[in-house]
């Protein structure tokens, strides 16, 4: 069983900055590959970013490419999105999910690759 606890949600202005963190358990954690989804009210859940198990691979969806980051710690247990720049359009709560299979591939952005959910933080960007 893997716990996910994401932290760091909040509320911003267009332009602005947050980090959102999530907190791993399991011992294993530097063989899982770690991603981050959102969803918008009214909308389906849709991948943001990835982590390989290493650190050493990073993948994000198109719209945050040049604006969001993300790092993982090992030793720590945990995976930081960095986001910068925000948009009204990045509102929505944010999901950090575990992939236990140490894949890295074609299924990389879908929700039916992740095997476990963190409960979600909300992130509001004002215009």
């Known amino acids: 069983q893997v716990q996910l606890v994401e932290s760091g949600g909040g509320v911003v202005q267009a332009g602005g900055s947050l980090r959102l963190s999530c907190a791993a358990s399991?011992?294993?954690?530097?063989?899982?590959?770690m991603g981050w989804f959102r969803q918008a009210p009214g909308k389906e859940r849709e991948f943001v970013a990835a982590?390989?198990?290493?650190?050493?691979?990073?993948y994000f969806r198109d719209s945050v490419k040049a604006r969001f980051t993300i790092s993982r710690d090992n030793a720590k247990n945990t995976v930081d999105l960095q986001m910068n720049s925000l948009k009204p359009e990045d509102t929505a709560v944010y999901y950090c999910?575990?992939?236990?299979?140490?894949?890295?591939?074609?299924?990389?952005?879908?929700?039916?690759?992740?095997?476990?959910w963190g409960q979600g933080t909300q992130v509001t960007v004002s215009s």
């Open positions: 399991g011992r294993t954690f530097s063989t899982y590959t």
């Open positions: 982590i390989k198990w290493s650190g050493g691979s990073t």
């Open positions: 999910a575990a992939d236990l299979q140490m894949g890295w591939g074609a299924s990389l952005t879908s929700s039916r690759t992740y095997d476990y």
